[in-house]
C-alpha cells in the first residue's frame, strides 16, 4: 500500500544498532530477520518500478508484473515523487549491508561449514541469500560515464524510483558458487528432499525433527534459486555455468532419494498445527525445486535429462500437487503451467488449470488470493496491480453466491489426484449439438488416455516407489474400473484397453494381499461416493473400514455366511458400483474383453458375499458372456485353469474353507432345472467359464461335507436343496467330481495342490468328457432318480 515507504530511513537507521553480521549465538540475534526486512524492501522497489507485460491471462504466461500506468485493467502503482526519491535512496542504505551479506557469502566453504550447521546458521545464510538476490533484481546496473552523464542518470532512476547497483556481477556468481558447493547447501538439500517423495499422511511427516532447521533449509533452497534467477535476469551473464552446476547437484540429490521401501501409510487422525506448518514449507521448497529444473532446461541446450530423472520429477510433481492445501493455489500453477520436460501429459495440465483458476468466481478469487499471500515479487506473479490481501486466511472471502457456484474447489487435490481423474465424470449438459459431443468426447478420451499412459509409465519404473506404487492397489483398481463407465466411446479404443489389461494385470496379481486389496477397494468406494449420501464425515464405526478384514472366507460350521462387517453406507455405495458396472456391462460392455474382466475381478477377491451374490442375479441371463474372445476357442487351456484357480481360492490356499451359502445359492440357481422349455441351456458350452466357476464351486462343498462336515443335518439339508435342484448335466458332473476326488485321497497325501487335483477333475468331467469310474469300480451311469444320499454314504468312506 506504499503507507511504509515515508518511514524506510527511521527503520533503517533503527535497525543499523541491532544488525550482527557476525555468526549469531541461538536466540541473541535478529540479523537475519532484519535482513529479511530488507530484502522485502528491495522486492517493494521491483514490484513497483518493473514495466508490465500482458499475456492475456495465458495458462503458459512466465512473468506479469506492475506498472505505474494502468494498462490491460491492471491497477497501478501511484507513487509520489517524495516516495520515488526515498525508494531510489533506500538503494544507498542498504548498499554496505548488501556488500556485507556478499562477502560472507563468498567466504562459504565446505570445509568451514563442517561441524556447525545448524537452525540459526542456516536461517542467517539463507538470509542473506535472499537478500543479495532481491538487491540485485531491484537495482540497474552501473553505468560509467563523465560527471554529467552520472547525474542524469541518477535523475532518471530518482524519476522511476530505482536505485543503482554497487555489487559486481562476477562477486556475486562467486558467492553463488561458493553456496553451491558447501556442505551446508548439500545439507539443505538433504533435509527437504528426504521428503520429495512422501504423502503428508505418511509415517515419515510423524518422526520427530528440528523443526527450526527444517524451515531454514527450505528457506535457503528458495533463496538459492531465487539469486540463480536474479543473475540470469540481470542480462550480465554471458556464461551461465553456475546454472548447470546448480541444477547437477538438485538431481543429484533427487536421484538419492525414492529408492526407499513404501512406507506405511495411515489415515491421519490429527492434523496438527505443526505438522500443517511443515507441510506448508516442504511444499513452497519442493514447488521450488520442480520450478527451477524445468525453466533452467529453457537455459541449458542440449542438457537432456535422464528417463530414470524425469520419472523422479514426475512422480513427485504428483505427490507434491496431491499435498497442496487451499491457499497453495499458486504452486500448484507453477507446477503446471511451467512443464517445459512433459512431466504432466498437456491435457492434463489443461483441465487442471481451468479448475485451479478459471471455472468459476470463487476458483479465480482464490487464486488470486493465493498470489498475494504466496507469489513471490521477484517472480512476478501478481497480476492485479498493488497488494489487494483482504484477509491473511487460505481461503478467500466469497459470496454465498460463488460456494453455491462451486462446491467443490480443486485443493486439495489428495493423494488420488490423478486417479480422481479417471472416475471423474463427461460434463455434456451444455451440449448443443453432435458435433459439440464428438468434440467433447474425444477431449476426454485424450485425457483419460493420458491418465491411464501416466500410471502404466509409473507401474513400470522398477528403480524407484513411484507416485503410483504408493497407493493401495484396491484403491487403484476402483478407480480404473471407473474408466467402464465413461462410456462405450472411449472403453472401445484400443489404447484404452491395452493400458488397462496392463495396469489390471498388476493391480489384481496373485502375488497381490486380496485381502488388502478388497479392504481398500472397499474403502476408496465408500469414499468416492461420500457426497451421495450427504454425510461428509462418518461415525467412529465408518471409519474403522481400514482396519477390518473382509471375513467371508472364515470356516464355519453350520454352513451360513458370515457376515460382511461393512456399515450400511459402504454396503450401499459397493452394491450402488456394481450395479451401475452390470448395466452398463449389459448395455455395452459385454462385447470388450477389458470390461468382461471388470467384472471378473469381483471373483477373483474375497469380497462380500452379499455383493457377489446380488452382481450374479443381475447377470443373469448374460453369465455367459464372462468368458474371453480366446477362451471360448479354448475353454481347455491352462490359462483357464488359472484363472479357475484364482477365482475358487481368492488369495486364501486353505482349500477347507466354506464358501457362503448366499455364493452357493447363487450358483445352484443359475445350473437349475428352469421351468421354461424355450430357456437357454447353461451348460459349458453355453456358460463357459463361468459354467466351470460354478460346478466347481458346488463340488468343493460337497467335499468338504462329506469330509469334515457329514453330521451336520442343516448343512445336509442345504446340500440336498441346491442338488436337487440343478440340471440333470451339472448334477451328475458335481457328483462325480467329487467321487474321483475323494477316491483320489486314498492314493496321495493332501497337499496345497487340492485345488489343481480339483480343477484337473473338473476338466476330465466337464471339458475332456473322460468317464469317471465309480466306487464300485463300474462306468459310472447316473438315473434320473439317483439317490444321492446313497452316494454320500458310499463317498463317506474315504
Same mark, same amino acid.
Given at each position: 500500500?506504499?503507507?511504509?515507504?515515508?518511514?524506510?530511513?527511521?527503520?533503517?537507521?533503527?535497525?543499523?544498532?541491532?544488525?550482527?553480521?557476525?555468526?549469531?549465538?541461538?536466540?541473541?540475534?535478529?540479523?537475519?530477520?532484519?535482513?529479511?526486512?530488507?530484502?522485502?524492501?528491495?522486492?517493494?522497489?521491483?514490484?513497483?518500478?518493473?514495466?508490465?507485460?500482458? %499475456?492475456?491471462?495465458?495458462?503458459?504466461?512466465?512473468?506479469?508484473?506492475?506498472?505505474?500506468?494502468?494498462?490491460?485493467?491492471?491497477?497501478?502503482?501511484?507513487?509520489?515523487?517524495?516516495?520515488?526519491?526515498?525508494?531510489?535512496?533506500?538503494?544507498?542504505?542498504?548498499?554496505?549491508?548488501?556488500?556485507?551479506?556478499?562477502?560472507?557469502?563468498?567466504?562459504?566453504?565446505?570445509?568451514?561449514?563442517?561441524?556447525?550447521?545448524?537452525?540459526?546458521?542456516?536461517?542467517?545464510?539463507?538470509?542473506?541469500?535472499?537478500?543479495?538476490?532481491?538487491?540485485?533484481?531491484?537495482?540497474?546496473?552501473?553505468?560509467?560515464?563523465?560527471?554529467?552523464?552520472?547525474?542524469?542518470?541518477?535523475?532518471?532512476?530518482?524519476?522511476?524510483?530505482?536505485? *543503482?547497483?554497487?555489487?559486481?556481477?562476477?562477486?556475486?556468481?562467486?558467492?553463488?558458487?561458493?553456496?553451491?558447493?558447501?556442505?551446508?547447501?548439500? %545439507?539443505?538439500?538433504?533435509?527437504?528432499?528426504?521428503?520429495?517423495?512422501?504423502?503428508?499422511?505418511?509415517?515419515?511427516? @510423524?518422526?520427530?525433527?528440528?523443526?527450526?532447521?527444517?524451515?531454514?533449509?527450505?528457506?535457503?533452497?528458495?533463496?538459492?534459486?531465487?539469486?540463480?534467477?536474479?543473475?540470469?535476469?540481470?542480462?550480465?551473464?554471458?556464461?551461465?555455468?553456475?546454472?548447470?552446476?546448480?541444477?547437477?547437484?538438485?538431481?543429484?540429490?533427487?536421484?538419492?532419494?525414492?529408492?526407499?521401501?513404501?512406507?506405511?501409510?495411515?489415515?491421519?487422525?490429527?492434523?496438527?498445527?505443526?505438522?500443517?506448518?511443515?507441510?506448508?514449507?516442504?511444499?513452497?521448497?519442493?514447488?521450488? /525445486?520442480?520450478?527451477?529444473?524445468?525453466?533452467?532446461?529453457?537455459?541449458?541446450?542440449?542438457?537432456?535429462?535422464?528417463?530414470?530423472?524425469?520419472?523422479?520429477?514426475?512422480?513427485?510433481?504428483?505427490? /507434491? $500437487?496431491?499435498?497442496?492445501?487451499?491457499?497453495?493455489?499458486?504452486?500448484?500453477?507453477?507446477?503446471?503451467?511451467?512443464?517445459?520436460?512433459?512431466?504432466?501429459? &498437456?491435457?492434463?495440465?489443461?483441465?487442471?488449470?481451468?479448475?485451479?483458476?478459471?471455472?468459476?468466481?470463487?476458483?479465480?478469487?482464490?487464486?488470486?488470493?493465493?498470489?498475494?499471500?504466496?507469489?513471490?515479487?521477484?517472480?512476478?506473479?501478481?497480476?492485479?496491480?498493488?497488494?489487494?490481501?483482504?484477509?491473511?486466511?487460505?481461503?478467500?472471502?466469497?459470496?454465498?453466491?460463488?460456494?453455491?457456484?462451486?462446491?467443490?474447489?480443486?485443493?486439495?487435490?489428495?493423494?488420488?489426484?490423478?486417479?480422481?481423474?479417471?472416475?471423474?465424470?463427461?460434463?455434456?449438459?451444455?451440449?448443443?449439438?453432435?458435433?459439440?459431443?464428438?468434440?467433447?468426447?474425444?477431449?476426454?478420451?485424450?485425457?483419460?488416455?493420458?491418465?491411464?499412459?501416466?500410471?502404466?509409465?509409473?507401474?513400470?519404473?522398477?528403480?524407484? =516407489?513411484?507416485?503410483?506404487?504408493?497407493?493401495?492397489?484396491?484403491?487403484?483398481?476402483?478407480?480404473?474400473?471407473?474408466?467402464?463407465?465413461?462410456?462405450? +466411446?472411449?472403453?472401445?479404443?484400443?489404447?484404452?484397453?491395452?493400458?488397462?489389461?496392463?495396469?489390471?494385470?498388476?493391480?489384481?496379481?496373485?502375488?497381490?494381499?486380496?485381502? &488388502?486389496?478388497?479392504?481398500? !477397494? /472397499?474403502?476408496?468406494? @465408500?469414499?468416492?461416493?461420500?457426497? %451421495?449420501?450427504?454425510?461428509? %464425515?462418518?461415525?467412529?464405526?465408518?471409519?474403522? &473400514?481400514?482396519?477390518?478384514?473382509?471375513?467371508?472366507?472364515?470356516?464355519?460350521?453350520?454352513?451360513?455366511?458370515?457376515?460382511?462387517?461393512?456399515?450400511?453406507?459402504?454396503?450401499?455405495?459397493?452394491?450402488?458400483?456394481?450395479?451401475?458396472?452390470?448395466?452398463?456391462?449389459?448395455?455395452?460392455?459385454?462385447?470388450?474383453?477389458? @470390461?468382461?474382466?471388470?467384472?471378473?475381478?469381483?471373483?477373483?477377491?474375497?469380497?462380500?458375499?452379499?455383493?457377489?451374490?446380488?452382481?450374479?442375479?443381475?447377470?443373469?441371463?448374460?453369465?455367459?458372456?464372462?468368458?474371453?474372445?480366446?477362451?471360448?476357442?479354448?475353454?481347455?487351456?491352462?490359462?483357464?485353469?488359472?484363472?479357475?484357480?484364482?477365482?475358487?481360492?481368492?488369495?486364501?490356499?486353505?482349500?477347507?474353507?466354506? *464358501?457362503?451359502?448366499?455364493?452357493?445359492?447363487? !450358483?445352484?440357481?443359475?445350473?437349475?432345472?428352469?421351468?421354461?422349455?424355450?430357456?437357454?441351456?447353461?451348460?459349458?458350452?453355453?456358460?463357459?467359464?463361468?459354467?466351470? $466357476?460354478?460346478?466347481?464351486?458346488?463340488?468343493?462343498?460337497?467335499?468338504?461335507?462329506?469330509?469334515?462336515?457329514?453330521?451336520?443335518?442343516?448343512?445336509?439339508?442345504?446340500?440336498?436343496?441346491?442338488?436337487?435342484?440343478?440340471?440333470?448335466?451339472?448334477?451328475?458332473?458335481?457328483?462325480?467330481?467329487?467321487?474321483?476326488?475323494?477316491?483320489?485321497?486314498?492314493?496321495?497325501?493332501?497337499?496345497?495342490?487340492?485345488?489343481? +487335483?480339483?480343477?484337473?477333475?473338473?476338466?476330465?468331467?466337464?471339458?475332456?468328457?473322460?468317464?469317471?469310474?465309480?466306487?464300485?469300480?463300474?462306468?459310472? =451311469?447316473?438315473?434320473?432318480?439317483?439317490?444321492?444320499?446313497?452316494?454320500?454314504?458310499?463317498?463317506?468312506? !474315504?
Amino acid at each position: 500500500y506504499a503507507l511504509a515507504i515515508p518511514h524506510l530511513p527511521t527503520f533503517i537507521s533503527l535497525s543499523v544498532k541491532s544488525l550482527s553480521i557476525q555468526y549469531p549465538s541461538v536466540g541473541t540475534s535478529c540479523a537475519a530477520e532484519y535482513l529479511s526486512a530488507f530484502a522485502i524492501i528491495c522486492e517493494c522497489v521491483r514490484a513497483a518500478t518493473r514495466k508490465i507485460v500482458n %499475456h492475456n491471462n495465458a495458462p503458459d504466461s512466465r512473468r506479469v508484473t506492475f506498472s505505474q500506468e494502468a494498462k490491460g485493467g491492471h491497477l497501478k502503482v501511484a507513487l509520489t515523487m517524495e516516495q520515488k526519491e526515498v525508494l531510489c535512496k533506500a538503494g544507498m542504505w542498504l548498499e554496505p549491508f548488501a556488500k556485507i551479506a556478499l562477502n560472507s557469502i563468498e567466504s562459504l566453504s565446505a570445509d568451514k561449514q563442517r561441524g556447525k550447521i545448524d537452525a540459526a546458521t542456516i536461517k542467517l545464510v539463507a538470509a542473506r541469500t535472499r537478500f543479495v538476490a532481491s538487491y540485485i533484481s531491484a537495482s540497474t546496473p552501473t553505468l560509467l560515464g563523465d560527471a554529467a552523464e552520472e547525474e542524469n542518470v541518477f535523475l532518471e532512476l530518482l524519476s522511476e524510483g530505482r536505485f *543503482e547497483r554497487s555489487l559486481q556481477i562476477a562477486s556475486c556468481i562467486s558467492a553463488l558458487m561458493s553456496i553451491i558447493n558447501s556442505t551446508l547447501f548439500d %545439507h539443505c538439500l538433504t533435509v527437504i528432499m528426504g521428503y520429495a517423495y512422501s504423502f503428508d499422511d505418511s509415517d515419515l511427516f @510423524f518422526k520427530s525433527c528440528n523443526e527450526c532447521e527444517e524451515a531454514s533449509a527450505c528457506a535457503m533452497i528458495k533463496a538459492t534459486f531465487m539469486f540463480a534467477s536474479a543473475l540470469v535476469e540481470s542480462g550480465e551473464c554471458e556464461d551461465r555455468s553456475f546454472i548447470m552446476r546448480l541444477r547437477q547437484i538438485v538431481i543429484i540429490s533427487l536421484m538419492k532419494n525414492g529408492t526407499i521401501a513404501q512406507e506405511s501409510s495411515e489415515m491421519l487422525q490429527n492434523r496438527n498445527t505443526s505438522l500443517l506448518a511443515r507441510v506448508a514449507w516442504l511444499n513452497s521448497a519442493h514447488s521450488a /525445486v520442480l520450478q527451477f529444473l524445468q525453466s533452467s532446461s529453457e537455459l541449458i541446450n542440449g542438457d537432456e535429462l535422464s528417463p530414470a530423472t524425469i520419472g523422479r520429477m514426475k512422480s513427485m510433481c504428483f505427490i /507434491v $500437487l496431491s499435498r497442496l492445501q487451499p491457499g497453495e493455489e499458486v504452486f500448484a500453477a507453477r507446477i503446471l503451467r511451467l512443464d517445459n520436460l512433459s512431466l504432466i501429459p &498437456v491435457s492434463i495440465r489443461s483441465i487442471l488449470f481451468k479448475e485451479l483458476c478459471s471455472k468459476s468466481t470463487r476458483a479465480r478469487k482464490q487464486y488470486l488470493h493465493s498470489i498475494l499471500s504466496h507469489g513471490d515479487l521477484l517472480d512476478g506473479e501478481g497480476t492485479r496491480g498493488p497488494f489487494q490481501l483482504e484477509s491473511l486466511r487460505c481461503a478467500a472471502s466469497c459470496s454465498p453466491q460463488d460456494r453455491e457456484e462451486d462446491l467443490t474447489p480443486l485443493l486439495p487435490m489428495g493423494k488420488l489426484c490423478l486417479l480422481h481423474i479417471l472416475s471423474s465424470t463427461i460434463n455434456i449438459d451444455d451440449i448443443r449439438n453432435y458435433d459439440e459431443l464428438a468434440q467433447r468426447t474425444n477431449d476426454a478420451k485424450r485425457v483419460i488416455l493420458d491418465a491411464l499412459d501416466t500410471l502404466l509409465e509409473m507401474e513400470n519404473d522398477d528403480q524407484i =516407489v513411484t507416485y503410483a506404487k504408493k497407493i493401495e492397489n484396491g484403491t487403484k483398481l476402483y478407480h480404473l474400473m471407473n474408466v467402464a463407465l465413461l462410456g462405450e +466411446n472411449l472403453i472401445r479404443d484400443d489404447n484404452i484397453q491395452r493400458i488397462i489389461c496392463a495396469l489390471l494385470s498388476s493391480y489384481s496379481s496373485s502375488s497381490c494381499d486380496t485381502k &488388502v486389496t478388497t479392504k481398500s !477397494f /472397499v474403502d476408496a468406494c @465408500f469414499r468416492h461416493s461420500e457426497r %451421495h449420501f450427504g454425510n461428509k %464425515h462418518r461415525s467412529n464405526a465408518d471409519e474403522s &473400514v481400514v482396519q477390518r478384514a473382509v471375513d467371508d472366507q472364515v470356516p464355519c460350521d453350520d454352513d451360513v455366511g458370515t457376515s460382511d462387517n461393512l456399515s450400511d453406507q459402504e454396503t450401499r455405495s459397493l452394491d450402488e458400483f456394481v450395479n451401475d458396472l452390470c448395466t452398463n456391462f449389459i448395455e455395452y460392455g459385454a462385447q470388450y474383453d477389458t @470390461f468382461v474382466r471388470f467384472v471378473r475381478v469381483f471373483f477373483t477377491l474375497p469380497f462380500p458375499s452379499s455383493v457377489i451374490s446380488s452382481l450374479i442375479r443381475r447377470l443373469r441371463g448374460v453369465l455367459h458372456l464372462l468368458t474371453y474372445e480366446q477362451e471360448s476357442s479354448n475353454i481347455g487351456s491352462n490359462d483357464v485353469k488359472k484363472e479357475l484357480k484364482r477365482a475358487l481360492t481368492k488369495g486364501c490356499s486353505d482349500f477347507e474353507v466354506i *464358501e457362503p451359502t448366499d455364493i452357493l445359492d447363487s !450358483f445352484a440357481a443359475v445350473l437349475a432345472k428352469s421351468t421354461d422349455a424355450n430357456s437357454r441351456k447353461f451348460d459349458l458350452e453355453c456358460g463357459g467359464f463361468f459354467y466351470l $466357476l460354478a460346478v466347481a464351486s458346488l463340488s468343493r462343498n460337497l467335499i468338504l461335507f462329506i469330509l469334515h462336515h457329514f453330521s451336520n443335518s442343516g448343512m445336509r439339508e442345504a446340500m440336498h436343496r441346491r442338488l436337487m435342484s440343478l440340471r440333470e448335466e451339472a448334477f451328475i458332473s458335481i457328483l462325480s467330481i467329487a467321487g474321483q476326488y475323494l477316491r483320489r485321497l486314498e492314493t496321495q497325501r493332501r497337499s496345497e495342490d487340492d485345488f489343481d +487335483n480339483l480343477i484337473s477333475i473338473l476338466f476330465d468331467a466337464c471339458v475332456h468328457r473322460t468317464s469317471i469310474i465309480s466306487v464300485d469300480g463300474d462306468s459310472f =451311469v447316473p438315473h434320473s432318480d439317483y439317490d444321492w444320499s446313497a452316494f454320500l454314504m458310499k463317498m463317506s468312506k !474315504f
